[in-house]
């Protein structure tokens, strides 16, 4: 079955840096875009990051443009998202998610299966 | 951006009673709207995408409806498990991506 996990969540200092991974099972890594969403404690969801399924494109959120990074090994079914000059305004549930559409379509921007995700706290 | 408003916010209801939740987008994205529930600490799960195909292992009491700016999510006969938020995605932007602000469905 699909499965996602993350980690790599802790508290951090703002303006630190922080690197998260999510480790992808159970279905064709390779063929498929994956989302990073997050979610500010008792807020609603927003949507952070995407990278195509060879990792040549990768497209932001504003937000986080120029601060973030996507990227990921398809080798290792893994994707990270490096956060650099973290800001308190980060702090939230990090998921990543699996694109539902398969090659030869590079994306549907449809989330159809989630990890459980990793908190990061960006404090003081 | 395209903006995605949800209404109403927050709604109360018993069990067995028919909901309906509304979605409308800042401008015309055709069917490219998704439905997700979420429960506390747990992650959003896909109900319906393309504004009206159920996904696969989600009950038929779930429907979606809508094209252009308006959409609507109905749960139909409503169960103790359906007590939860639900959120209106737009998959318009592709790949980028857009959410609604989130419906609490509470027990009355």
């Known amino acids: 079955q699909v499965q996602l996990v993350e980690s790599g969540g802790g508290v951090v200092q703002p303006g630190r840096s922080l690197r998260l991974s999510c480790a992808a099972s159970?279905?064709?890594?390779?063929?498929?875009?994956i989302h990073w969403v997050r979610q500010a404690p008792g807020k609603g969801l927003e949507w952070v990051a995407v990278?195509?399924?060879?990792?040549?494109?990768?497209y932001y959120a504003d937000s986080v443009k120029g601060r973030f990074t996507i990227s990921r090994d398809n080798s290792k079914n893994t994707v990270s998202l490096q956060m650099d000059r973290l800001r308190p305004e980060d702090t939230a549930v990090y998921y990543c998610?699996?694109?539902?559409?398969?090659?030869?379509?590079?994306?549907?921007?449809?989330?159809?299966?989630w990890g459980q995700g990793t908190l990061v706290t960006v404090s003081s | 951006d395209i903006q995605m408003t949800q209404s109403p916010s927050s709604l109360s209801a018993f069990v067995g009673d028919r909901v309906t939740i509304t979605c409308r987008a800042s401008?015309?994205?055709?069917?490219?709207v998704n439905w997700y529930q979420q429960k506390p600490g747990k992650a959003p799960k896909l109900l319906i995408y393309?504004?009206?195909r159920l996904q696969s292992g989600v009950p038929s009491r779930f429907s979606g409806y809508g094209s252009g700016t308006d959409f609507t999510l109905t749960i139909s006969n409503l169960q103790p498990e359906d007590f939860a938020t639900y959120f209106c995605?737009?998959?318009?932007?592709?790949?980028?991506?857009?959410f609604g602000g989130g419906t609490k469905v509470e027990i009355k």
């Open positions: 998610a699996k694109d539902m559409a398969s090659l030869p379509s590079p994306a549907s921007a449809i989330p159809d299966y």
């Open positions: 159970g279905f064709a890594f390779s063929s498929f875009a």
């Open positions: 990278v195509l399924y060879d990792g040549s494109n990768a």
């Open positions: 401008l015309n994205i055709m069917i490219y």
């Open positions: 393309t504004a009206s």
């Open positions: 995605q737009q998959s318009y932007s592709s790949p980028r991506l857009t």
